[in-house]
């Protein structure tokens, strides 16, 4: 049997797409093996990939464990409030208002927090992720021996975002349609900001 490495990352993930057809996942990592840091997945919407990452560190994790077409090292810096989300990574700049929590939120927050963040309860969950929510997973891997666990614990709806790419406005709010390809799966079709626990297990053969 292979030995198996694990690290978690805990803090938000928050997902919109706007009018002008791109779609952007920052994470916000609050606790991690690599410190605390934020991050950016742009897809455009001609379907190119960027990360944006704060360090070489970072870039070459996220490389290995998602897919992109081009990876940018820029200073990711992430101010987070009760209500908003405001996010500069070089030339991309975001803020989103947070709205109330949605229906999946309060199930996710019923959960006690040790049962939703563990892998066994996040395999368990998987088949009533996909339906409930299409093209989430909250299971899978995208390769390189490594498999991940999204372990939800909140859910808030977005009322509204700004967003500019290079100076050029991207539009207003929009669903994450058609879904991210980044990896194995999306997050929510409606654009949100989910608290959770990220598990990656890297099986070393």
């Known amino acids: 049997m292979p030995s198996k490495h694990r ?21 916000r990592w609050i606790v991690s093996p690599l410190g605390s840091f934020a ?8 379907g190119v990939r960027t990360l944006f990452a704060p360090n070489d560190e970072v870039a070459e ?14 200073p990711v810096d992430a101010v ?10 070089g030339p991309l700049s975001t803020r989103v208002e947070i709205g109330k929590r949605s229906a999946i939120g309060w199930a996710l927050a019923a959960v006690p927090s040790r049962v939703a963040t563990s892998p066994v309860w996040c395999r368990a969950v998987d088949p009533v992720a996909r339906v ?9 891997t995208a390769g390189n021996n490594r498999v991940e666990s999204y372990g939800a614990t909140d859910m808030h709806a977005l009322s509204s975002v700004h967003a500019t790419l290079d100076g050029v406005d991207l539009g207003s709010l929009a669903d ?4 991210v390809t980044f990896g194995f799966g999306s997050t929510p079709r409606t654009p949100s900001i989910v608290a959770l626990s990220t598990t990656i297990d890297e099986y070393l053969l």
């Open 61 to 74: 994790f996220v490389q290995t464990t998602y897919t992109f077409d081009r990876a940018v090292i820029v």
């Open 132 to 140: 409930v929510m299409r093209g989430v997973r909250t299971r899978g």
């Open 176 to 179: 994450v349609w058609p879904p």
């Open 7 to 27: 690290r978690v990352f805990t803090g938000e993930i928050c997902g919109f797409g706007t009018t002008s057809g791109h779609r952007i996942v920052i994470g």
């Open 80 to 89: 987070r409030t009760s209500t908003a989300l405001t996010v500069e990574a």
């Open 39 to 46: 991050d950016v997945m742009h897809e455009s919407d001609s």
